[in-house]
Every structure is written in C-alpha cells, then in structure tokens.
C-alpha cells in the first residue's frame, strides 16, 4: 500500500506544480503615428517586480499576475513614457493592455492613460462572473451567500448552494487556492470579513481541467494583498440605533415593524509594505447577532398567569429567544517578492459559537435549543517563480482544520450527566444488621452477611430539572396540551462532534510558447476524519445505577463512569470513528473504528491557444479517489462475533447445498484459517475530457461553448460506517442508515453555448443556454443481508439539467451602473438528496424510475442591481445608493392529503405527481445609501444605511404538503383536527408549532455602519 502510494506521488510530480488564482496581462504596443509594432518596450507591472519586454511583433506577456488592480509603465528610448492606470486583473483570465508611444517631445515626458474596464471577457470560454472588491462593499447584502446567490445558475435554500441543478455540496469553494469544503459532508468550512475580499470568481460549470472535485460549480475567493502604500481601514455596523441599544426581545411592534435583532459588527484592516520586498495584510472581524434567525414569519410567545401557568399564546414578529451567534474571523497574508520568485504565506482563523433553532423547544424551552461551535483553520505556503520570461513555476502546501462541536448549553459538553438526576458523593457504609452462618454443629462461623446500606454525604451533580424527572435517564416528555411543545427542562439528548483537516500539495508549470498557454499540475490531498456522536446519552446515567458503588482508597464509597462498558455506550446509541465508544479516548489511525484517511489525487494537462479570431482551451484531467474506509468481503453476509462486535475473521461450512459459506466468526471443522471480514478497498481511477471555444467574431461579439466530462468523489458522511454502531444496529435490528465505502464518484456531462455582445460603448449581454446529464448520484437502499436487512448507500439516480442563463451589465454611465442577471432551467431527476427516500427504504415501496422536478427546480430566477455613485464634482459629493431585486418562481414539493403535520403519519398519501406542487414565488429589494467624506489628505469617512428586505415581504422558504401554504396543514379544520383541538390554548398551541420560522425567509433588517479608510503617503 505504502509503495503505491510513493509511486502515484512520484509521478504526479513529474508534471508539474500548484494550481493557484493568478491572471495574465498581454496586449501589444505600436508607434501611435505610424502603428509600427515596437520591439524591446520594457513593461512593468508598477509596484511588483514583475514585467516583460516586447518580441518583434509588438506583443508581449506578463503571467502569473495575483488579481487586484494595477498601473502599467512603457518605457522605450526615444519615446515618452507610457502609464497607464486601473488595469484590473481577474484570475484564470487574460487582460488586455495595448499600448499606443509617442516619440518623446520633452526630456523626461511621461503620459498617462487610464484603462477602462472590459465590457466583455473574451479570453473566457465558458460562463464567468467575477465581483470585486469596491462593487462588494457597495452591495447592501455583503454575506458569502449573498455574493455567490445572485450570480446566474444559483438557487439558494438557506445558506445551501445549488448551481445549475446540482445537489448541495458540488460547489467547490477555494480561498486563495486553499479547498476549503468540509471533506466529511462538503458544507463550506468557516467564513471570512467581505471587507478581506478582492474578489470573488464563480464558474457555473465548463470549469478548465485544472479545477476538479466538483460537480456543479467553481467559487473562487481572493484575498487582498499589500499595496505599495499603507493602508488602514475599521468599520462598525449595527441595528442596535432601532431600540436604542436596548433588550430586542422587548421591542413590541418595533419601528414601523421593524426590529433590532441585536446585530453588532466590528472589523478592520491594514495592508502596505514592510520593506521593498515584503509586504503584509491583516484583516480581522467580530460579529455578535443576539436573534440570528430572523424570520419574515411570526412565532408563539407563552403567556403565563401569576402562578406561573401558560394561559395564553399569542403570535409574534422580531427576534426569537436563545437564537444568538457570535464569531470571529481573521485572515492574513505576507509576500515576499524576491524576482524572480515570489512566497506567500497566509491563513485564517474562524470561530463561531451559535444556537440551532429547533422548534419544538422554542415555546417555553428555548435555553435548551442546542448549541453548535465551529472552529475552522487554515494555512498555505505558496512559492512562485519565473523559469525564463514565459514560463511560471508555482507550488502550495495547503493545510485546512474544520471542528464541529454540538450539545445541550445548559447540561454542557460532558454528555454522561444528561440523564442523570444527581451524582451522589462519598458515601459511607452503615451496616443495620448482622447475620452470622455457622457449621453444622454450630460450632464455627463459616460466613458473615451484612445488611447495609449508602449513607451519602453530598452530591457532586444535581440536573436543572432533578425536580421534574421522575428517574435517571428520563427526559421531561413533551406536553401534549401544548401541541408536543418541548416542557421547561427538557434537555438536549444528543451529542456530537466532528474533527476534519487535510493536508493538500498543488502545483504546476505554465509555459507561454507562441500563441499557446500549456499548463500542467496535480494535487494530492490527504485527510483525517474523525466523528463521534451519540444519540441517547440520558441513557447513560441509568446504565451507571446499574451498578454498585466503588470503595476507594479515601474510604468512601463513589460512583465512576469507568464503570460504564462498551455495551453501555453502545445502547446509548454511540457511533464513533477516530475515537472509542464512550467519545473520551482516541483510537489509532490504523484501528478499523479509528480516524478514516481518504485520499483524493488528480493530475491535468491543458492548452490554451489565444489566436485573434478564436481562443481554444483543450484538456484533459486524471482524478483518482481512495475512501481509506475497509469495506466487507461479502456485504450481504455480515457476522458478528460472540461480543456483538463485527468479526474480524470469518470461516467458512457448507450449507445444505454443498456451496461454502462464510458465517462463522469461530473455526470451523471445514476451515480452521478463515479470512479478514473485512479488506482494503479499491482505487478509483477517471479521466475526464474538457474542450472549450471562444471566438471573437468582432471585438465587439463573442461565441463560446464548452464541453467536459466532471468527476465528484461522493459525500463522505455516506461512505463512512462506524463498526461498533454497524454492529449493533444490525443485532438491535434498528431502521438506521448506513454508509457504503464502495461509492463511487458522480459523474456528470456538461455542454454549453452562448455568446456575448457589445451594446453601444458602455453596455453589453451575455446568453449561454446550458445541458448537463447527471449519472451515479447516490441514493439509498435495502441490502437484504444475514443476520437482518439494513440500508445503504448506492450509486443509482439520475438526472438531466437544462436551461439558458441572460446577464446584462452596463457599465457606469452619467454616474450609474447596472448589472441584470436571469435563468431559466428545468431540474429534474429521481432524487434530490442521497437519503430522500428513505422512507421507501423503510416502509417497502417503488423506487422512481424516472425523472421529476427535483426540491430546488427553481424555474426562473434572477437578481438586477442598480449602483449610483457621485463624484466630487456633482452637486451632492461622493453620494451613493445600491438596490438589489432578486426574485425566483417558487420550488417544488409533493401535494399529499391532509394530515397533521405537528402530530405525521409514518408516510404521506400523495395526490398528485412527485414534485408537482409549486411554492409561491419570492421577491425581495435590499438598498444601501452611503455618502463619504474626505478628512483631509487621503482619510475617508464613510456612513450608510443598508435595509435587507425593504418592502418586509413574507417571502416563503417551505410550505406543508397538504395545503401548500406555510402556515397551515389544513389538519385543524378536520373532524380529527377538531378533535384533538378541543380547547382554546390547544388551538392556538397547534397554530404555534406550524408557525416555524425556517418556514420564511429573513424580515425587513435596517443596519447603520461607518467605516473610516486611511492611505498613509501621497
């Protein structure tokens, strides 16, 4: 295995090195009397040392430019001096800059021009979109999502990103080349100030053969660098001005129904130069939410009499109780720019601790609602370096750490106490009574028996709500008079925790030969998984009194959780990978329950040819996928060994047939020697053509189409399996779902055409009309296995994704801008998520065998943004206002008969096709108005008023099958509903539990923020 594995790195090595999120300045420079091509015109990226010289022809290259916004200085003797400014460089494109040199009339003349702006990216051969630093800081919505949400080919579900169709998770994100998806379920790890931004790229799809794991889409982040002059900027947004910095949960109707929900941000930067070689940025921010979810919809509020009774629920808006988050973010980077090799080295830190809503508790139980912490880290090395004039060497070491932590906040994060009404402490025997046992002529005292007891001495551990179980290990049931509403004291009774990081070495060469950019790299990453959860802890404690009390070396008798077995943990429902069954003890890397290790490798060579009239990006990528996770010689036969453990060898007999059968975990007469249960999994190789096309049929119109083939290695959370727990849910015969380490990577086909056309001067348009064929998504099954059936994982739905995307973008014109972007697609396929039919897995059913809309079919979707900015010289001075309509047609769900929903049935009847029913449609206008002010010299202060959701709109996010509406089943206007409603309070306590805030989107949020930028030079 070790060889293998040094062999598959020697020659991934011998490509080349790092993939990393640079861009390219090319253009030509001509006599501007004759329009003569110059030779030997010294380029120079101003700034940096980087820079190139002109050939023959004119022309020339500078590669391996980081994104930002640069000057450019052309120098040839005899001519004057060229300077031009605002050249804006984006990764993975080619920015054109043609230089036009008068011959020089004054000594020491020096001309300046100012670039504008491309309308339209023509070195782009599939759908790009880019927003940048100074556009992102305008934008009144400046979170992740909301960046990345209203790009074309986006549907967002919450914090979810669907791209074009494709499940959540086949986003890949980078931040400055670091991978940064969690490598357990894929989510996004950690976050990061917008004000840190340079830019944000998105690729939907058509993605170059460098760019791999993932399925759907591209979501490139660029952190900003050291200029060559300092710069500090702080910034503080809050919507605490709209209660006067008061309690929020005691605002009434608020302000015009307008609420503070607590929101407080604070971050600052700093960036320049510490010698001519070296330059630093640090950006750090805190952000402190005391109601982050905040709800369009209304929620119960309990109404209690003066003897502490519930006599009243009434329906509220604004902020709901223990919903707080708190985090911190910091990211850094230093360069050090040593021609002809650069190094750059940067990180991250994120830290975030914030309760998870969970409706049942939020009536008179919210301070049990779970908490969950999240600590994500991240780290790169990057080396840099020119080979000659036309060839980049570059190199990253990566290193990404995502933590998760959830538990009760009130009982904490030692899970054993859950269940357990009080500890008693030090403990004394008192014997009452003593009976001797004689010989047969009684002559001789053969046995002594005490009758005794415990007299305890103190309690180290009593529960909050001791009082209100009625022994250890029960929680407070729910109140069925209160619609199952969680009671005051009804604990949280789970645990889990989840500890991921990789290690990831990229690299490439990047050769500029003629017209053609060859590039070849690879990247290897290893990972660390480790997860522990448990999901009846409570049931701890009564397994502890189980047992009788140990006397130590004090003389006092104690309870200890030593004392509690595997088997103990184990029916407590604990599941654990990197850890032993009881959460508290690490297990080696090399144990089957210990840490998994996948590995993901890949290797790519591609060209890209920039010709006048057609630009042509040819590629293909090798990924290889290895789980790290033993998987079972015959799935279909489990057998566990005499402890209940899965054996580790099995022995074979024959059955009544004559044919072997392996299911003894102990020697047979027929076989003595057996074999492993379980054994190494296989590799899995792919390799995946990519073609793109662009042509310039005039400076002013662009075609483009794209065709690649795009492998995903599955959702890990559905590869993983826990033996311990495997092993008990099959011998408890539990309906449970488990992981497959045989999955096998999705495969998607994706084409692409569209072209782009120039509007006028400052206008232009882009429409790409989309195809993607989706094979071996997992879905879930049964495996009809001895000792019992059990559900698993496998590589069977499928899909077709189809649609056009329009983006309009106007660049800024009698001081406005505006960008319009729309799609139109049709989603459908035979699942939405991996386990989305368990239910058939469960209850016995028909799998779909053909395609419906899928959860997120969104049919329209788009977003329009209008930016207007003033200058110095207009009437009111560096004045601003940002709207932002986004909208979308509602998405699916399955219309069913009524039922309640507070009180469901194991299945739901359906009475129409599988996703036929339509959500209503959404639309939301967010604004900021900013107006700055120069302090003198180059200090500004700058102040703005951003309000998400301007017009409050109850923009729906889920609805209830029965109705379609998010706020009623329909259940309580039927003779059962009326039924089990039969009281006032009960009427309105059911109303209450429909009234989920995930149910809406966010309410109308009104936040003041300030920032201050200083410039330090002239």
Known sequence: ?????????????????????????????????????????????????????????????????????????????????????????????????????????????????????????????????????????????????????????????????HVRGGRAGEVGFYVDGVYVNNPYDMSRGGDLSATAYEEVSYQAGGFNAEFGTASSGIVNTTTKTGGEKWNFQAEYVTDGFLNGWGDIFDQGDGVLNTYSYGYNQMNASMGGPLTNRIRLFLNAEKMDVGAARAAAGKHGQAVYDEEGKIVDIKMVRGPIEDNEENRYSAVGNLLFDFKPFRVRVGGSYYKSAYRLYAHQYSLVNSSHQPQEEQETITGHARLSGTLGPKTVLNFQLSYFNDKVVRYDPVLGEDYRYYGLRYMPKDGERLILDTLYVYNEDSTEIINTIYHDTIIWTDTSWVHPAAEKMTSNGTNPPADYNLMAFFPEGHWYDAYLRTYSYYYM???????????????????????????????????????????????????????????????????AYADNMGWDVSGFNDLPDDHRDGAREPVIASAYLQDKIELSDMILNAGVRYDYYYSGHKTFYDPENIVIDQSGDIAERVYASLDDDGNKVYKSSIPTEYDPIGLPQLKEPDGMNYFSPRLGFAFPVTDRTVFHAQYGKFIQPPNLQDVFISYARFASNLSQGNFTESGNPELKPVEVTSYEIGFKQVLGGNASFDLTMFY?????????????????????????????????????????????????????????????????????????????????????????????????????????????????????????????????????????TPVAAINSGTMPWTFQTDVSIDKSFYLGGKTQLTTYLSIINLFNRDNVRDVYSGTGNPDDDGYLVTPAGQALADTDLKVKAYKARLSNPFNYENARQVRLGVRLNFTAGR
């Open 1 to 161: 295995m070790v060889k293998r594995w040094l062999w598959l790195t020697v020659i991934l090595l011998i490509p080349g090195m790092i993939y990393a999120a640079m861009g390219k300045i090319s253009g030509t420079v001509k006599d501007a009397e004759t329009g003569a091509p110059l030779a030997g015109v010294n380029i120079v990226v101003e700034g940096t040392t980087l820079g190139a010289a002109t050939g023959e022809d004119g022309s020339y290259v500078i590669l391996d430019v980081p994104p930002g916004i640069y000057s450019l200085q052309a120098s040839y003797i005899g001519y004057a001096q060229v300077t031009m400014t605002n050249v804006r460089v984006t990764s993975g494109l080619t920015t054109e800059a043609n230089f036009q040199m008068k011959k020089e009339a004054i000594r020491g003349e020096t001309v300046t021009v100012v670039a504008e702006r491309p309308i339209i990216e023509k070195s782009a051969t599939n759908e790009v979109r880019v927003v940048r630093s100074e556009d992102i800081l305008n934008l009144p919505v400046r979170t992740f999502t909301g960046i990345v949400s209203n790009q074309t080919g986006v549907v967002s579900v919450g914090e979810d990103i």
């Open 505 to 571: 070495l990229t690299g490439s060469i990047l050769h500029q030969t003629g017209n053609h950019e060859l590039k070849t790299g690879f990247e290897y990453r290893m990972n660390n998984i480790r997860r522990f959860t448990i999901i009846a802890p409570s049931r701890l404690a009564s397994s502890l009194m189980k047992y009788d009390p140990q006397l130590g070396e004090d003389g006092y008798y104690n309870y200890s959780w030593d004392q509690l077995t595997d088997a103990d943990y184990r029916a």
């Open 772 to 908: 993607k064929q989706l094979n071996n998504y997992v879905q879930e099954r049964n495996i009809y296995a001895t000792p019992t059936v059990y559900a698993t994982f496998v590589n069977g739905d499928f899909g077709t994704v189809k649609g056009f995307s329009f983006a309009y973008n106007l660049r800024r014109t009698r001081n406005m801008r505006m960008s319009l972007n729309y799609t139109l697609q049709w989603a459908a396929g035979t699942g939405s998520t991996s386990d989305g039919q368990y239910k058939i897995v469960w209850q016995g059913g028909n799998f779909p065998t053909y395609v419906a809309p899928l959860d997120f079919d969104q049919r329209h979707t788009g977003s329009v943004n209008l930016d207007y900015r003033t200058g110095n010289k207009d009437i009111i001075k560096n004045f601003g206002v940002n709207a932002l309509l986004t909208f979308g047609s509602g998405r699916r769900y399955t219309p069913t008969v009524v039922v309640s929903e507070v009180f469901p049935p194991t299945s739901n």
